[in-house]
């Protein structure tokens, strides 16, 4: 980015809530960032945390000037991304979560890569990283095909069109148009990219913007982090039916399968034979997905990774069946305490 030109200013919105311990680490990333500081604006949103996450932010940012932390009274991400959306200064606007950490090079390479493609949304492959061995087997399982499906932005190698990404980078006119649906307690992104694609746009994940998110810590964590996922990407799906994939529907076609296999098994045999068959074809799956992905790690990862697959996909598949029924007739549910 050493060209005499103009460039862009850009400014990050960080949705927090009860980060504490994240916080620092996520806006020392920002601070750290290669590109000019007086072109780069930080927003914190803070979802009335009660925890020292306010506390710590502002002690992070108060040798930034223009750097912001503000309140969000409605807790939610779409409210906060939305927040400062509207007072954002920048030319390019890029939502962050706070469990995550940019690469240096994050924002130049974000505005490159805009520039480049002239996509109207980009961002960078889910780099997942994990504390103990439950962290690191749930980075692993979250990073892989066999965990996440075709879910490209979580593995991608090479740029490529996908239909979402973590953390995308707009033109903030292009936000302006498409804002967050603050109805949406979950799934958020996944919403706004699926109106984005349905108006004909374009959305492009680029591996030269690098990020870290710190996966969840426990096997509890992550079941209801993807229970939530599943039950809330049932609204999503409802209103973007054109960007349904085999990967949205994979886990609940697995639990009911299992759940009617187990019902029906003790009064036909039929059944029960193919119950065993999918239990035998679902168990290979994951002994050769640990195999591959565990490779060369300690003995206890492997078997943690060896749990990881099915909380995924289990409690994907269970949300969805939960959000089927919760919203039915278009019902919402309040933002979460």
Request: hydrophobic share 45%.
């Amino acid at each position: 980015m050493t060209s005499t030109r103009r460039l862009p200013t850009v400014t990050l919105v960080v949705a927090m809530r009860n980060e504490a311990a994240y916080i620092e680490r996520c806006l020392a990333s920002l601070a750290a960032q290669d590109y000019p500081p007086d072109a780069l604006e930080v927003l914190v949103y803070d979802g009335e945390s009660d925890d020292a996450s306010v506390a710590l932010a502002e002690a992070s940012i108060a040798d930034h000037p223009g750097w912001a932390v503000r309140a969000n009274p409605r807790r939610i991400q779409a409210a906060a991304w939305n927040a400062g959306i509207a007072t954002a200064r920048g030319d390019i606007v890029g939502i962050v979560s706070g469990h995550a950490e940019l690469a240096p090079t994050y924002v130049s390479a974000a505005v490159t890569a805009l520039e480049r493609t002239g996509a109207d949304m980009v961002g960078g492959p889910v780099q997942a990283i994990g504390e103990g061995s439950i962290g690191e087997a749930v980075a692993i399982a979250t990073s892989t095909p066999f965990g996440v499906g075709g879910a490209r932005h979580h593995y991608l190698t090479e740029a490529a069109d996908v239909d979402t990404v973590f953390m995308g980078l707009c033109r903030r006119e292009t936000y302006q148009r498409f804002p967050f649906d603050e109805t949406m307690v979950r799934n958020q992104d996944d919403e706004l990219s699926y109106r984005l694609l349905d108006a004909g746009g374009r959305i492009v994940c680029d591996p030269a913007i690098q990020s870290t998110y710190r996966s969840r810590g426990s096997l509890g964590g992550l079941w209801r982090q993807y229970f939530d996922y599943g039950r809330w990407k049932v609204l999503v799906l409802r209103g973007h039916p054109q960007q349904v994939r085999p990967r949205h529907l994979a886990p609940v076609i697995l639990v009911t399968t299992l759940a009617a296999g187990a019902a029906l098994a003790p009064v036909a045999r039929p059944i029960r034979a193919l119950l065993i068959l999918e239990l035998g074809a679902y168990a290979a799956a994951t002994v050769v997905a640990v195999a591959r992905y565990g490779s060369g790690r300690p003995p206890r990862t492997r078997a943690i990774l060896a749990a990881v697959y099915p909380v995924l996909h289990l409690s994907y598949g269970l949300g969805m069946l939960r959000g089927v029924w919760q919203f039915r007739a278009g019902r919402r549910v309040a933002p979460p305490d």
